[in-house]
């Protein structure tokens, strides 16, 4: 949606580094959202090395890419917690990294980024998401799970702490992936593009949600491209219901333009949490990438997205009782 796609990762058995704007130096020693999460152990080391590293691997017949940061705390032994972070539509996991600034938040946290690469052709260049699923396509539900079953084989993954973010178009494939990869995903985090669970059963999943009344890509009261259809209050009531949620929300003002509405008294403690920009555009909040805004409209700065969400993260872990299903 941004900017062209990458070029396609050299093709090589041994995965090289790749540098990332936005880190943090090695040795941080920030407080951590998730420090107060049981502390697990590998049972057999895995080493590897920080930063962000480039992997391919077979998905449905089709090689597929994707990225994975790595914190300068990891030791090979810890198990720590994965964020999917899924860019949007036209984009790639490198812009995603300054979209987002998760490769930061993961410094400062301890927790994995995996940023898999789309391979569907988007009419607006690069490469977008096969979602909704749509046969004969890129099975990007069955690539998720192997991506993580992937880098699950090289560095020690907290499998009760798995979460799904993404922007815009990767948004709308996190929203999927919380109900087609049930008792994987323990929490959803959507900007810009929340959509309602679909085929779910009686599965919860918490979920927290930004988004700006003045999105000119995905309008905040639905309409707009064929895909989107229904708005962003329609898809977080749906969420509240499926996780059977308290029947009236509470609004707290968080500043000028943003609102926090929360859905609470849910099953389980899957809490849905929308944050409404008034004003704000197709971006990700206190993000420091430069959005066109002629284009994506404005980004607000007072409110930061990643750190919410990663704080909502580290309040939900995947019940124990929740079975782990293939898709």
Sequence with gaps: MLKQ???VLAATAVPFLLFTPGAQAAGSTSASAFAS???KVCRAGKPHAAGTTAYRLESGGVTREYLLYVP???DGRMRLPVIFDFHGSGSNPEEELEVSGMAAAAE???FLVLLPVA???FQLGGHTWNVPPVEG???DVRFAYDALRHAAGRVCVDDDRVYAAGFSGGARLASELACALPGRIAALGAVGGLRAPRRCDRRI??????HGTADPVNPYAGGGPGYWGYGVDAAVHAWAAQNRCAPEPTATRVSESVLEVAHAGCEARAEVVLYRIAGGGHTWPGSRFRFPVDRFGTTTAEIDATE????FFARHARPAEAPTVAP
């Design 37 to 39: 999460a049981a502390a």
């Design 137 to 139: 396509m890129p099975d």
């Design 5 to 7: 796609a990458l070029g």
């Design 205 to 210: 999943v918490p979920v927290v949600a930004f």
């Design 119 to 121: 391979a569907v052709r």
């Design 72 to 74: 300068a705390r990891y």
């Design 108 to 110: 400062r946290h301890g």
């Design 308 to 311: 919410r969400m990663v704080e």
